[in-house]
Structure formats: structure tokens, C-alpha cells
């Protein structure tokens, strides 16, 4: 990391230029561009950014020692293969601890984020070189937009003259901000499903009955539990795994079946209880504590099971098939391959001044997605940042063929395997592209 001349983040690669293509780029831009082998942008350097680049390029050759921080640094749009801005330090650590950044981006990218998450990936990298204690920036009283980006990035205002206001991130107190591809199926600590404060927003959502945001809309419960209903036999024992607040075990029992609900979200399982004290709802996590019983059926609806690692996921199914009567069945929707149709790779800040989703009060959020298509799954990652405060979640959806999910039952034991596409109409939920599948022990 200590002489790293490119950085990586979800939508950008970061090159710092040779001295050499530092030279090109000041001869012209699209000379540097057929240098890299980029997609011409057809911009150009301005009078004012021409002469403030000349003379870096001559604090630069001056000072070769530090020109991994001296040399300008192009900011690659991965996507297009395009130049679309460009940074650099004005200074060294041998300097002043205090190293200041100055950047700029093409007209046609504003407002995306790219400006943000180019800025807080070249501080990171800085922050993390020894002598460096903080990074700053100045910029313009009337420059808002450049303001804006700054503080995303967690800067603080600290000075100001008549016309320019100076920032500050220091290395103690920098954003403790996750900006990479997280290993596959890692666990964080923090919890949507149990965090307090969004376990009341998600039994909000479970409750609309218009809205696909948790439990589907009414219309689309409905279809599920008369699909249900049709592949098990009359007066059925079910398990209902992931049960949220009870809007399809009431209907299961609704049609004659004794339903048992599990699920990790204490507000959704008080709310149950309270609906109907006749259906055993239990509170927990159903991979470490499985409610084994003999169940004439085991249901698991919203896509759960892609939730799940594999390892996780084969602990369970074992679990389910030991817990089912001979010839009951498991019954759950998941992901197919198709949903790399609705999801791509992304980046997105959002900023809430007065509470929202994810937190009671002003709120700053990363969210991040990230594919892996060689493993079949995408991952969900966010930064919620109150003040000083940073955590992290993730969220995992893992796909499959329906050859896939076949395979994997029929290891377990299962037989029978049948697989349900577009049981629903077109709907809000995070893709439309899921199958559901009944398979028989």
C-alpha cells in the first residue's frame, strides 16, 4: 500500500500518471488518454487548471522522492473506460503532515457521486501512509457542490478567509467507512433484522399492505398462501420459518392448518402475538436454534433462503428434512440467475436531515452493490454515519438455476423436486425473477 499508483472503488480506478503521461496530459488531453488506451472524452484543460497542473508538473520533477504524492492522479469511470476527472496533492508529508487535496471533475459526471467516492478513497489511502496526519482541502464560499463533497467524505470546517473556506479530516477522527468488496457471505455485526430502531420500520413495511417492501402486498400473499395451501394436505402442521409478523401463518391457519412461526425480530414477533395467541410464534435465529419438531410441511417465503451461505444453508435443510414427516414437504421462493436483469454493481449516497429508514435522527448513508457472478450472489453493503458514529450492514442474496437448487435438495434427501416460475404478477420487490419450489421428503 505505501506506493500504491492505482486505487480501486466499486465504479472507479484511480492511476496516478507517469511523469511522462503527467507531460502528455499537459500537451493535450486526449494524448494522455491513447497513453492509457481510454475512450477519448474530448476534454480539455482551461486556461486556469493549464497553469495551476504546469507548475505541480514542475514541483513534481523537482522532487521525484515524493512524486507519488506530487503527480497528478486520473479518475477512471471502470464502466466506460473514460477519464472523467482528475486529483492530486498540492503537497508531501516531508512538507507538512498536513498534506491538501485538489480535484476536479468533467461537466457530463456531476451529481453521480463520483466526485465523493473518488475524494474519500484518495484520503483513505492517504490517512493510511505514515507521517500523514490529516488531509485538507480548500474551496470556495460560492462552490456548494464541492462543499457537499467534502463533507461526505466526513471534512470538517476549520478556517476561512473572505473568499475560501478550509477543511480538514484527521487521522483520528476519519469515517471508519467500509468503501471495499466485502469476502463472501461476511457477517456484521450490526443487523437490520435486530437493530431496534429498523426492526419497528420493517414491521412498518410488513404491515402496508400495498407495498412489496417485507412481506409482499396483500394481492401477492394471498396468491402465495392458495399456492401453498394446494401442495399440502388438509390440516397440516407447518413450520414457517423467517414468519415476520404472522401475515401468512394467519391466513395458513385461516384455511384449517396449525401453523409455529419463528423469526429474529422481536417487534414482528410481539406484533404476532399479540394478533393471535392461539399461533406458537417464537422469537430466534432459526440456523442456530432450529425448532425441531414433525411438521407436515416448512415453509420459508421472501427469498430467505438466498440469504443464507451455503454452508448455512445445507445446516438448515438438513435440519428441515430430519424435522419433516415422511412424505411432508419443504416449500420456499428464491432467486433465479434472471436477476442480474433487475441488479448492477452501484454506489449511492443519501442523506436524511431528520430521521428516516434507518435511523431516528439525521443520518448520512453509503449503500453499495457488489455482484459476484462467479459464486451467484450480490451483496447489499451499508454505511450508516451519525456524527462519529459509523456501522455497517450487509445484506446477501444468493441465486440459482433451477438445476442448481434441484441439486442441492436432492443431496440433502429430498425427492419430488418441483419448481414454480412467475407465480406472481409484476411487483415492487427486488426482482421479479424468483421461482418458488416444493420439493418432498
Request: charged share 25%.
Amino acid at each position: 500500500m505505501k506506493n500504491k499508483t492505482i486505487i480501486e472503488t466499486t465504479r472507479l480506478r484511480i492511476i496516478q500518471l507517469t511523469a511522462e503521461q503527467f507531460q502528455l496530459w499537459l500537451c493535450g488531453v486526449e494524448k494522455m488518454e491513447q497513453s492509457l488506451r481510454l475512450t477519448p472524452s474530448n476534454e480539455y484543460l482551461d486556461e486556469h487548471v493549464q497553469g495551476a497542473m504546469e507548475a505541480q508538473y514542475k514541483k513534481a520533477l523537482n522532487d521525484l522522492d515524493n512524486y507519488i504524492w506530487l503527480g497528478n492522479r486520473q479518475i477512471i469511470l471502470k464502466s466506460e473506460n473514460k477519464s472523467i476527472g482528475s486529483a492530486n496533492f498540492k503537497n508531501s508529508p516531508q512538507e507538512n503532515s498536513d498534506v491538501e487535496i485538489g480535484y476536479g471533475i468533467n461537466a457530463d459526471y456531476r451529481n453521480e457521486g463520483y466526485m465523493t467516492e473518488a475524494v474519500q478513497a484518495i484520503c483513505e489511502w492517504a490517512l493510511s501512509q505514515s507521517g500523514v496526519n490529516s488531509v485538507i482541502a480548500e474551496t470556495d464560499k460560492e462552490n456548494v457542490a464541492s462543499q457537499k463533497v467534502l463533507k461526505k467524505c466526513g471534512m470538517q470546517k476549520y478556517q476561512e478567509s473572505d473568499t475560501s473556506f478550509w477543511w480538514k479530516l484527521e487521522k483520528s477522527r476519519r469515517m471508519n467507512i467500509i468503501n471495499k468488496k466485502p469476502e463472501f457471505f461476511k457477517k456484521t455485526e450490526a443487523s437490520i433484522w435486530t437493530d431496534p430502531y429498523i426492526q419497528k420500520n420493517l414491521l412498518e413495511a410488513h404491515l402496508n399492505p400495498s407495498s412489496d417492501a417485507a412481506s409482499r402486498n396483500k394481492e401477492s400473499i394471498e396468491t402465495i398462501v392458495d399456492f401453498i395451501d394446494r401442495q399440502i394436505k388438509p390440516n397440516s402442521k407447518i413450520l414457517d420459518l423467517g414468519c415476520g409478523p404472522g401475515l401468512y401463518a394467519e391466513s395458513l391457519v385461516g384455511k384449517g392448518h396449525t401453523v409455529t412461526g419463528i423469526d429474529f425480530n422481536k417487534k414482528a414477533i410481539e406484533y404476532a402475538v399479540k394478533q393471535n395467541e392461539t399461533i406458537k410464534y417464537i422469537e430466534g435465529d432459526y440456523i442456530k436454534n432450529f425448532p425441531h419438531g414433525e411438521y407436515d410441511a416448512i415453509i420459508m417465503i421472501y427469498c430467505d433462503m438466498g440469504t443464507h451461505s451455503d454452508d448455512d444453508r445445507d445446516i438448515l435443510l438438513n435440519n428441515c428434512f430430519h424435522s419433516l414427516k415422511e412424505g411432508g414437504k419443504i416449500i420456499f421462493d428464491v432467486f433465479n440467475e434472471d436477476i442480474i436483469k433487475d441488479k448492477q454493481e452501484g454506489f449511492d449516497w443519501e442523506y436524511t436531515s431528520g430521521g428516516g429508514f434507518w435511523a431516528e435522527n439525521e443520518y448520512l448513508l453509503l449503500s453499495q452493490t457488489f455482484h459476484y457472478p462467479e459464486k451467484n450472489a450480490f451483496a447489499y453493503q451499508y454505511n450508516l454515519i451519525q456524527g462519529e458514529d459509523v456501522q455497517h450492514f450487509i445484506i446477501w442474496d444468493r441465486y440459482y438455476t433451477q438445476d442448481e437448487i434441484t441439486n442441492v435438495l436432492r443431496h440433502v434427501g429430498f425427492k419430488d423436486i418441483r419448481v414454480k416460475h412467475k407465480l406472481l404478477e409484476r411487483n415492487d420487490f427486488t426482482s421479479n425473477n424468483e421461482m418458488f419450489v416444493v420439493a418432498e421428503k
